[in-house]
């Protein structure tokens, strides 16, 4: 698992495995090639044996800022066909990641938006910084939430979900963690320690049930299966092809405002 070029592996004489998002100078933003690095190695982490538990955090000042703006060009050219099957694969690499059969940890050591929120909803557990901030921003470019929301919404509930979704509001770790995203929030100096305070349980657990475990909390809640997955793809896809959508991501990459940003509203 050497290969990588968008993401690290490492693990310890514990069994303790670091997954790392490895490319600090765009935020460890996601891209085609990271989704599909990610997707390969989370199944070479749920077949490897020696691993008990996997930590999930980012290199540099992000966690993840969401989708790569080059992967974002793309999706503008592309056809619906295409479209979908490049949120396929990043709908697969969450449920890839969220079925592992080990303890899945947050180790959220900065900002992450739109696909990040992704990444920590499939977290068993995920501890962030202070001072970190999150969003879920899509509805500015005219676009929804659609590929990550089953697992959004499984973490953090219907409630919550509407308001983060319809308003792109930015929220800091502290609402973060009372709205469920996050388990617990700590000064950066104290994140690694806060990690260990957190993994330390599992070694006692065994390997076997701690899997069942996790296999039975996900068939109580909501399916995230192939029918769900697909319903969010084609909205996903029809959203693409509406004005506001075209409005909104043009005028993102011009550094425009789209016509239903108001800047401030006077009071009545």
């Avoid at 935020?27 to 085609?32: D, E, V």
């Avoid at 691993?51 to 993840?64: A, D, E, H, K, N």
């Avoid at 388990?183 to 899997?211: M, Q, R």
């Avoid at 996790?214 to 996903?236: C, F, N, Q, W, Y």
Wanted: aromatic share 6%; charged share 25%.
């Amino acid at each position: 698992m050497s290969d990588f070029e968008t993401i690290h592996i490492a693990m310890d004489r514990r069994g303790v495995a670091t997954l790392t998002l490895d490319r600090p100078e765009l935020h460890n933003a996601l891209s085609g090639r990271m989704i599909d690095e990610l997707t390969t190695a989370a199944l070479h982490l749920a077949d490897n044996a020696d691993v008990r538990i996997v930590i999930l955090t980012g290199r540099g000042p992000s966690f993840c800022a969401g989708a790569d703006l080059g992967w974002m060009r793309e999706q503008m050219k592309a056809t619906r066909t295409q479209r979908i099957e490049e949120a396929r694969k990043l709908a697969l690499m969450l449920k890839a990641l969220r079925d592992l059969p080990k303890p899945l940890i947050g180790r959220i050591n900065g900002q992450a938006y739109g696909g990040g929120i992704g990444l920590i909803s499939v977290c068993d557990a995920a501890i962030g910084v202070c001072g970190a901030r999150f969003g879920l921003t899509e509805t500015k470019l005219g676009l929804i939430p659609a590929t990550i929301s089953p697992y959004v919404v499984a973490r953090i509930g219907q409630a919550h979900a509407l308001r983060t979704f319809t308003s792109a509001r930015i929220f800091d770790a502290h609402e973060a963690r009372r709205m469920g995203l996050l388990t617990a929030v700590v000064e950066p100096e104290n994140l690694d320690a806060a990690i260990e305070e957190e993994i330390k349980p599992y070694f006692s657990t065994a390997p076997v049930a701690v899997a069942a475990s996790k296999r039975l909390v996900h068939a109580l809640g909501a399916p995230i299966d192939e029918r769900v997955i697909d319903m969010t793809l084609t909205r996903l896809a029809d959203t693409w092809e509406t004005p506001e959508a075209a409005e909104g991501i043009a005028a993102f990459f011009a550094k425009l405002s789209p016509s239903w940003k108001r800047e401030e509203w006077n009071s009545p």
